[in-house]
């Protein structure tokens, strides 16, 4: 295993690209914010395995934090990132400065209604906005056959998913499954603000997650019994304060009353002054 | 000279222009709303010249036309325009219909702030987020090395480079020469709306602009003094009612009180119910 290459600029990252196509090879994407973790070398390998190059990505976008949140505390670790990288065999990472990716004067974005004005939407009003722009931009300078997200971030392959499909971006979008630590917790680089009595707390999202699929199972089909029993769970923790919590349909994200086939079950709920956010997919078994 | 393919979807089309690219051509794209007149054709020449493969485009994009424009009225001559790309050599037309182009819940836009607000922008509110937002498609179904646009739209021109250097779009823009009637009027399918009186009124753009440009060479660089001999000419004229008249900065839109280098004249008119743009480079020569 070769150490990776890693690039600065969009000029020579779409060079590196350019010359993989070329060459008649394919190329994944997997792009991050760094604090590189179980979850995104989930993805990485996922990539590696179904691409000839792998071309990881690692900018803290400051355009998808709103103002008030967490974009300076965002935990930042490039050395080893580089490491994680390495481990998987990624041929290419791109580490852009925000100066690199958005010029002065810049203002075009891209934007999307309906998907992003639910659940984190709602919460979060311009964080879709800086989320769809830099996709779209790393999207064109890499020029990926597939890109690969987290489950974990389910509304936003949702909402990248469209964008593709409204946009006609030529890239495979691929959902890869959440990453939990042994005790169900959902890996995220946001775990690492937690105290650890917080970190304890912080069970009750995948715990009430677990406990809608069970009611699911014994024959509960109405999403306000299931959501209530969520929240009830949630509610018994102290530190905890929920955005959200509901149950949609997996693509429109709009409220479900009964679960027919498929549906989502998404919540945001902050454990002292961390944002953590869990999913499932409920009745997939 | 061989008849172009004409492809009706966004997956022929795509497929037509990766087959090139695998084969090492470049692509040089020309989009259009059709009814091509020697404006367009002027484009594809120049195309044609500077590219292996030419696709030209042809689709009346509905939302760049805001509530009570003339999408009804606006000329369509799909077998008059397979002429014109047969005339200059195309090799594929992209002729989609409107639902090909805009599925059934497609809700991300490419929007655009400061550039779009002045000039036309600040008439047609909603006209450059649907330019950008076709643009942007037309640009993922084709993948082309060049694209090429007329002077005409001057602010379109603008507008489309700054997206590419915004969202980073792996395409060259060329802006290329308007061209005019022997009479001095800016080629434009709008043109046809004009009766005969209506013709002979719509000279008053392209003489107001000369006026400046005159004006100018006299050492008249104050841009206030030009825009008021251009309103005065235009304002002679009883069919006509000034959107706007402007002297601007090439690159920024922004009026300038004092042409330095060079800036841009740029006006739209209405002759009776139809409105027409044309615009002049001052200092250029």
């Given amino acids: 295993m070769a150490t990776p290459e890693v690039f600065k600029t969009?000029?020579?990252?779409?060079?590196?690209?350019?010359?993989?196509?070329?060459?008649?090879?394919?190329?994944?994407?997997?792009?991050?914010?760094?604090?590189?973790?179980?979850?995104?070398?989930?993805?990485?390998?996922?990539?590696?395995?179904?691409?000839?190059?792998?071309?990881?990505?690692?900018?803290?976008?400051?355009?998808?934090?709103?103002?008030?949140?967490?974009?300076?505390?965002y935990p930042r670790d490039l050395s080893g990132d580089l490491d994680s990288c390495l481990g998987v065999d990624a041929d290419a990472v791109f580490a852009p400065t925000a100066r690199e990716m958005y010029e002065p004067g810049a203002c075009t974005f891209v934007e999307q209604s309906v998907?992003?004005?639910?659940?984190?939407?709602?919460?979060?009003?311009?964080?879709?906005k800086g989320v769809l722009t830099v996709v779209a931009k790393l999207f064109n300078v890499v020029g990926p056959c597939r890109a690969y997200f987290g489950q974990k971030d389910y509304q936003q392959c949702v909402v990248i998913r469209r964008m593709v499909r409204d946009l006609n971006v030529p890239v495979e979008v691929v959902m890869c499954p959440i990453v939990r630590e042994p005790d169900g917790i959902a890996m995220s680089s946001r775990n690492n603000y937690l105290s650890q009595e917080e970190r304890s707390d912080a069970l009750c999202l995948s715990q009430a997650l677990a406990i809608a699929k069970k009611r699911l199972k014994q024959g509960e089909r109405r999403s306000s019994e299931l959501v209530a029993a969520m929240r009830n769970h949630i509610n018994n923790v102290k530190s905890a304060t929920i955005d959200y919590?509901?149950?949609?349909?997996?693509?429109?994200?709009?409220?479900?009353s009964v679960i027919e086939d498929r549906a989502v079950a998404a919540l945001a709920v902050r454990i002292g002054s961390t944002r953590l956010i869990d999913n499932a997919i409920l009745g997939d078994e």
Same sequence: chains 1, 2.
């Fill in 115 to 128: 998907l992003t004005e639910v659940l984190c939407g709602a919460f979060r009003p311009t964080h879709f």
């Fill in 245 to 256: 919590v509901a149950v949609v349909h997996p693509d429109t994200l709009q409220p479900v």
């Fill in 10 to 73: 969009c000029a020579a990252m779409r060079e590196y690209c350019d010359g993989a196509r070329a060459g008649g090879m394919s190329v994944g994407f997997v792009p991050t914010m760094g604090a590189l973790h179980e979850g995104h070398i989930s993805l990485m390998r996922r990539a590696r395995g179904e691409n000839d190059r792998l071309v990881v990505s690692i900018f803290v976008n400051p355009t998808q934090f709103g103002p008030g949140e967490d974009i300076e505390e």
